[in-house]
């Protein structure tokens, strides 16, 4: 798509510029809202900007190393696409478009149980490596039936998230008139959906692609599962420790924990034998007012001591972002919404143009702090603000 890569397109903020003049208000504010009164989502993305950066000078780094090792599988980039539900609404076939531009770049997409596309679809549209994110929404009988379905199609990790005993207050989404557009009577929708008459282009894609999606990697006796249904179907379904128990059983890879935040989940997560967690407050969409996952991350990787790897997502706009989370422990990070800005501005192009941008920072940040390799950044990168805890040394 032509637009994405001229002087208007120089940022992650650029790209959701254009997804928000792309997508209807009730669609970008879904990908950009937080709980209540977002002060974690905020408070992901202004972390970084008190960290700051130690270079060193007069050193050559000509072709900076960028890969990381994440659960034995060598990436050409420090970081993954994470998991996030219902792409399918941002962008036809957007789970396809984005797994498609992140196995092109080297690195992994992870398909969300709320995805609008199958296991299946992502697998054979892609040819790069892909993690599965699992909720248990339907019940164990039903995530039994997608882990094995993950396993078939090659899925080489699973994601088990463990923040969202309920969907969390997104006032933005209810403003818009969600619950209206998803089960409201006729005459209560009218009023929200001028919205979509406002973006044309869009509402040809969706409905060339189908429409509302259903779910289909949650299979019920009836078909998918519909829209309407996720709010009750995550409240019924909440994943419990003890749950690791059987997912293991059903799958005999590495599993994830994402949704850490405290040293005491993180000591749990190693005690039951997960072999990585993501530190993450689920982009600030969950619980407001807990921590921005930069500030408890160098906490959490000393509590881990390296038993176990850790990642961590939230906030990442920037490639220094990266860099500043590798140099605090973690070992690769996640990004949410800086690709999905940029299905949602232009399609799998505009995550390539993302990936790309976040990539570019990278070498650029790398060259500037006079460091040969992400593996090579350390805490002597960094300062923390002061009242943060010194992070250890690795
Ligand atoms: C629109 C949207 C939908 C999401 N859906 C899921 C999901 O289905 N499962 C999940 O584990 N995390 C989900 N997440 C959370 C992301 O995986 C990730 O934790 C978060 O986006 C990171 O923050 P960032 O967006 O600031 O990068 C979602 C995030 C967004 C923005």
Redesign the pocket.
């Known amino acids: 798509m032509t637009g994405l890569r001229g002087h208007d397109v120089l940022n992650i903020a650029d790209l959701r510029r254009l997804a928000e003049r792309r997508v209807p208000r009730v669609v970008f504010d ?3 809202g937080g709980a209540e009164n977002e002060v974690t ?1 905020q408070a ?2 202004r972390a970084y900007e008190g960290v700051t950066l130690r270079p060193r000078g007069a050193v050559a780094t000509v072709d900076p190393e960028l890969g990381a090792t994440v659960l034995g599988a060598r990436l050409a980039l420090p970081f993954l696409l ?6 399918r609404l941002f962008h036809p076939r957007g789970e396809v478009a984005a797994a498609q531009a992140a196995g092109a770049a080297g690195t992994v997409y ?1 398909l ?4 609008g596309s199958s296991i299946e679809e992502v697998r054979d549209g892609s040819s790069g490596p892909l993690w599965y ?1 699992l ?1 248990l929404v339907g019940g164990r009988e039903v995530a039994r039936r997608a882990i094995s379905r993950a396993r078939a199609a090659g899925y080489s990790a699973l ?1 088990v ?1 463990i ?2 005993a309920v969907a969390g207050l997104r006032e933005r989404d209810l403003r818009n008139g969600i619950k209206e557009l998803l089960a409201g009577p006729p005459l209560a929708r009218i009023p929200f959906l001028l919205q979509f008459l406002a973006r044309p282009r869009w509402l040809y894609g969706f409905l060339r692609d189908g429409g509302l999606m259903r779910f289909p990697n949650v299979l019920l006796a009836d078909g998918p599962m519909g829209y309407v249904d996720v709010g009750p179907a995550l409240e019924r379904s909440v994943v419990s420790w003890d749950d690791l128990g059987w997912i293991r059983r059903e799958w005999d890879g590495p599993i994830v924990v ?2 850490v935040l405290t040293v005491e989940d993180a000591r749990q997560a190693v005690s039951e034998g997960a072999d990585a967690i ?1 530190v ?6 969950q619980l407001d007012g807990v921590p921005a996952t930069l500030r408890v991350l160098p906490e959490i990787a000393a509590a881990v001591g390296g038993r176990i790897e850790v990642l961590l ?5 920037r490639g220094s972002d990266v860099v500043k989370a590798l140099c605090l422990g973690a070992t690769a990070v ?5 690709y ?1 800005y940029g299905l949602a501005a232009g399609g799998g192009p505009g995550v390539a143009r993302a990936i790309e941008i976040l990539r570019a920072d990278i070498v650029r940040t790398l060259k500037l702090l006079g460091c040969a390799a992400t593996a090579d950044l350390g805490p002597g990168h960094v300062d923390v603000p002061a009242d943060w805890p010194k992070p250890p040394l690795r």
């Open positions: 879904y990908i950009d989502l992901n993305v994470a998991p996030v539900g219902s792409t992870t969300s149980t709320l995805a994110q909720y994601v998230t923040d969202t994402k949704g993501v993450s407050n689920h982009g600030g969409r997502d939230g906030g990442i706009r996640l990004i949410g919404r800086a999905v």
